[in-house]
């Protein structure tokens, strides 16, 4: 196609119409538009904006334009906004007030004069709410959101015309050829130039191949972070646009272009969570094949007018400091449109706008090993499942090169690694980004020397790096090869011409196999996993050249690589099918976890994630000590408590030493739910009562007894209103945003002992008074000072007993106090456990009193058939080892005590931090909106999970108003842990979520 011609120079430099002041704005207003109210500059960069205040009536916009916009473009821009307004309900756009003077026929331009000039003003409709400009993050749902609006804008303009809609325009795709052309001398660093040059040039040959099956029509043309608003300031899902100053026509599909670029320079809105918005428009308004194959050249096109305009613009107008501060943003862009290969990009705008993206194929081929028969052939596995990697050694330093010496021990002559594979050996621990890990080659380990023949002919090159084979429009790289006779015996560097099965070389013990398109720079060994299908279209699976190398991604099809992602929302799928929907999961778009190891978890593409929400986890993922003794004690004996063997006992006998006396007596389950169900009986056997007292907002399990004392309406909205009449509730004692707060705190006991004597006056004392002794489920809470003391001993008064909830806090992890009671100075008459002394085995236990285990008798007898297991049994004596060996304990005071110092450095800082709660690893990072009413930031809590997810830390809201991190990671934890977790919280406290 033709490039279209350059616009003039004079309107490469828009004119600026002349300084305005209000009082001028005001005299406008009145004279041209008879509107009396009191005007308020706002910015603009071409036209002179007016707030202006009406009072009783709703604010509008003066916008007088510069001088060169014609009358009929300003009428096309309003009429555009009227048509957006009656073809897209519910999106807003700010349309114009008609002229008073033009007689009814909807004209809204009056020329007035101002300055000696005459010029177009127009009255708006004001919208409120803010826009998405500056560089802070966008969520997903931002991101889809401003995909959707830009769908609908396009599809209300596309059969809008109007006489001032054509009109030549430095920002119109079309046209970018001859614009940078114009604009690219202005950039003064050569290199740079050079750069945005050469990107253009190639994003423009594919534009320019596919420019006759774009649709033209009407665009916004400059729909873009700065030109959306949104009204939830909660969610800021764009909900209306505005500014049609750059109204045009051009390529539908580069007005999505220049949505996309604009997200690019935002914190975190990397190009795959840029794609949500393509994902989004194509959903409303579906881009044909050519349309989605010219998006991301259009894209880097964009990128590159934004570069060169903003140098021409610095450098004809030094004093224009908000060009010079963009100058930044647009590199971004620029950098981040171009950091992989246009054909890669390309594949990934297909994938993700369901059209079939391109890949490469080989060529009919020959075998590349001479003598290698299949079964000498063994592959290294280094995925996220391999069992070569349990047990943590996956970070050891020559994890792959151990894993390919077992192949050849176990007598392979050839082991191999799997293309596409995403390798865990390539992960890393603490990072913000995910890693690059697929496997875009293959790598042999080889037993003895092997002959490499051509596997298609062609032409072979010795290089430093290896032998390199060119034909088929492919090159066969081979990292480690030595060139064969036939190979060195050619010209320097003109290479050897070759027949398909001729001898080229030979492989000593390594050697690397890549197989590329030919004419692209070499592409890198490994990608992101988000971005690893798109080398597809580049990179071709070198697997079927070698002897009994089976393709790697067997369930992941030809394409499709890896498999992780789309394993996760499968798995989502069939678990959505098969679960009942009150069985949640976390997160909106949970990563398929398939490892753990010590605080960190893994998810199927090799993302690694610190884990600061597995308090069940007390002694860390996978622990081998553990896996040792459960595996050990399975091909032993797993049976019930009724037969006598030692691990229970030995187990009961740790447990009961560690509670103080009286506490005594050991009963074996399977949960905490079963605990507190089991320990809230043993009460009401111990003292003939059916009353219970327990305090509000807590959790105790889902069981009916246990549920019955749950008020937590974040566990269950309608809780306190659905409690049997036997449960009575008092406050809790939350000093940070209870009833009583601070020293008042203090009062939460009293009334709490009133609340017994009460029960008690009317003939109901509790049999048992139950409640976390640490509290938990607000997040780390302290309870008041004396406060279990209080109610222990008012309860005991009346003759009922003290039920310890030890199942959260207790067990180490306060790390100044094993158990949460002893913080209180009390002893409990039963304490119920379960989660960290199992580490996520399922385990649980009631200590209590000889005498009250006793009073069970009377419901019969108690038996639990996996409760006290042999497995369960070593599970739990095992967990003790290692908590006491490994100073776990100790470790949460230690660290969990830097853990709180850091998150207190993080209030300093942001004012969403209300409270740091807790004590050891179990902390509480409280988020308000206002320090002084401490309103609960709640929306805001869940949407920084969801940020830190993508950052590689997984937390989640807890609390009745889920405005607070729970913070109980393993127990493990150490120190940079910590810092990955503060540095990660602080880059989302900082640049949004
Ligand atoms: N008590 C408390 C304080 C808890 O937090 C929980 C679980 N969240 C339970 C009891 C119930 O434990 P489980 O889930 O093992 O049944």
């Known amino acids: 196609m033709p490039t279209l011609p350059l616009p003039s120079e004079l309107e490469l430099v828009q004119p600026t119409p002349p300084e305005l002041s209000p009082a001028d704005a005001e005299r406008i207003a009145r004279d041209a538009f008879g509107l009396r109210a009191t005007a308020r500059a706002l910015g603009s960069h071409q036209d002179r904006n007016f707030f202006l205040d009406r009072g009783e009536e709703p604010p509008v916009l003066l916008k007088i334009a510069n001088p060169g916009t014609t009358s009929a473009e300003l009428e096309a821009q309003s009429a555009a906004a009227a048509r957006i307004a009656e073809r897209a309900p519910g999106l807003r756009t700010p349309r114009s007030l008609a002229d008073p003077e033009s007689g009814g026929d909807g004209a809204t331009v009056r020329e007035i004069e101002a300055g000696g000039q005459r010029l177009g003003a127009r009255v708006l409709e004001f919208l409120d709410g803010g826009t998405l400009s500056g560089g802070g993050h966008l969520s997903p749902a931002v991101v889809r959101g401003i995909g959707e609006l830009a769908a609908r804008v396009d599809l209300a303009l596309a059969d809008f015309d109007a006489p001032g809609v054509e009109r030549p325009h430095q920002w119109d795709l079309r046209r970018a050829p001859a614009v ?19 990107a253009a040039r190639e994003a423009w040959a594919v534009v320019e191949r596919l420019a006759p099956e774009l649709p033209v029509q009407a665009v916004h043309g400059d729909l873009t972070d700065d030109n959306v608003v949104w009204s939830d300031p909660l ?13 045009n026509r051009g390529w539908t599909v ?21 794609l949500r918005a393509a994902t989004s428009y194509h959903g409303l308004r579906p881009l044909s094949r050519a349309e989605a194959e010219a998006l991301w050249p259009l894209v880097v096109l964009r990128a590159a007018v934004l570069v060169a305009s903003g140098h021409h613009v610095v450098a004809t107008d030094p004093g224009n400091g908000y060009a010079a501060e963009n100058l ?34 080989l060529p009919s081929h020959g075998p590349l090993l001479g003598g290698i028969r299949p079964e000498e052939f063994a592959h290294v596995e280094l995925g996220t499942t391999s069992p070569a990697l349990h047990g943590g050694r996956w970070l050891e330093p020559d994890a792959e090169a151990a894993a390919a010496r077992a192949a050849l021990a176990a007598g392979a002559a050839v082991a191999a690694t799997r293309f596409g594979e995403a390798r865990l050996t390539r992960s890393t621990p603490f990072a913000q980004e995910a890693p690059a890990n697929v496997a875009l080659g293959v790598e042999l380990a080889l037993a003895h020397p092997v002959e490499l023949l051509a596997p298609w002919p062609g032409i072979v090159t010795a290089g430093e790096d290896g032998l ?20 060195s015996a050619a010209a320097p560097g003109a290479g050897a011409h070759v027949d398909r099965s001729a001898a080229i ?4 013990t390594q050697l690397a196999v890549r197989v590329h398109r030919d004419g692209d720079a070499t592409p890198p060994w490994f990608a992101p996993a988000a971005e690893a299908a798109g080398w597809l279209a580049l990179v071709a699976d070198p697997s079927p050249l070698l002897a009994g190398a089976e393709r790697a991604s067997d369930s992941a099809g030809d394409t499709a690589l890896p498999a992780g992602t789309r394993d996760a929302r499968e798995l989502i799928t069939r678990r959505e099918a098969v679960f009942a929907e009150v069985q949640e999961y976390y997160f909106e778009e949970p990563p398929a976890i398939v490892r753990g190891w010590r605080e960190l978890l893994v998810d199927a593409d090799g993302r690694v994630y610190l884990d600061a929400l597995n308090n069940v986890t007390s002694i860390g993922h996978a622990h081998p000590r553990l896996v040792e003794a459960v595996t050990e004690q399975w091909q032993l004996l797993n049976t019930n408590s009724r037969f006598n063997y030692p691990a229970v006992v030995d187990y009961a006998e740790r447990l009961a030493s560690l509670v103080p006396d009286p506490l005594d007596t050991v009963f074996l389950v399977n949960s905490g739910s079963e605990a507190v169900d089991l320990a809230l009986r043993l009460a009401r056997a111990a003292t003939g009562r059916r009353d219970i ?27 306190l209103a659905s409690r049997p009449d036997w449960v009575h509730t008092v406050d809790a004692p939350n000093p940070f945003r209870g009833r009583h707060r601070g020293a008042e705190a203090s009062r939460y006991a009293g009334e709490a002992v009133a609340e017994v004597e009460r029960l008690a006056d009317a003939g109901t004392p509790p049999g048992a008074f139950i409640a976390e002794t640490y509290y938990g489920n607000a997040g780390g809470i302290a309870l008041p000072d004396g406060y279990l003391a209080a109610v222990y001993e008012a309860v005991r008064r009346h003759g009922g007993v003290a039920v310890a909830d030890e199942v959260q806090v207790g067990y180490g992890r306060l790390g100044e106090w094993f158990w949460g009671f002893e913080q209180q100075g009390v002893v409990p008459d039963v304490v119920a456990v379960a989660k960290a002394i199992g580490n996520g085995h399922p385990l649980g236990a009631v200590i209590t009193t000889k005498e009250i285990a006793a009073a069970y008798r009377s419901q019969g007898y108690f038996f639990s058939s996996a409760g006290g297991s042999p497995v369960s049994s070593v599970v739990g004596s095992t967990v003790l080892d290692v908590i006491r060996e490994e100073g776990l304990q100790q470790n949460a005071r230690e660290v969990g005590g830097y853990f709180r110092e850091r998150l207190a450095e993080l209030g300093e800082r942001h004012p969403l931090v209300g409270a740091v709660h807790g004590s050891g690893f179990y902390l509480g990072l409280e988020f308000v909106r206002d320090r002084e009413s401490f309103e609960p930031a709640t929306e805001e809590t869940a949407a920084i999970c969801e940020r830190l997810l993508e950052l590689g830390v997984i937390v989640q809201p807890t609390g009745d108003h889920q405005n607070v991190l729970k913070i109980k990671p393993p127990m493990c934890l150490g120190r940079e842990g910590v810092d990955a977790f503060v540095a990660a919280v602080d880059r989302v406290l900082t640049t949004g979520w």
């Open 468 to 487: 390199e084979l060119r034909g088929d429009g492919l090159v066969l790289r081979l990292d480690g090869a030595e060139a064969s006779a036939l190979v």
């Open 180 to 198: 940078l052309d114009a604009l690219l001398p202005y950039v003064g660093d050569a290199a740079l130039r050079e750069r945005v040059s050469a």
């Open 235 to 247: 969610t800021r899902r764009p909900d209306g646009v505005i500014d049609l100053g750059d109204l």
């Open 505 to 508: 070389g030979r492989a000593e």
């Open 693 to 719: 007292l327990a305090v509000r907002e807590a959790y105790h399990g889902w069981t009916d007894l246990s549920d019955a004392v749950s008020t937590s309406v974040a566990d269950n909205p309608g809780a």
């Open 328 to 361: 930044g943003h647009e590199l971004a862009i620029l950098e981040a449109a171009t950091a992989v290969p246009l054909a890669v990009q390309t594949a990934l705008v297909l994938a993700a706008t369901g059209h079939e993206p391109e890949t490469l194929a």
């Open 254 to 274: 580069g007005e999505l272009a220049i949505t996309l670029s604009s997200l690019l320079h935002h914190d975190g809105v990397d190009r795959r969570a840029a």
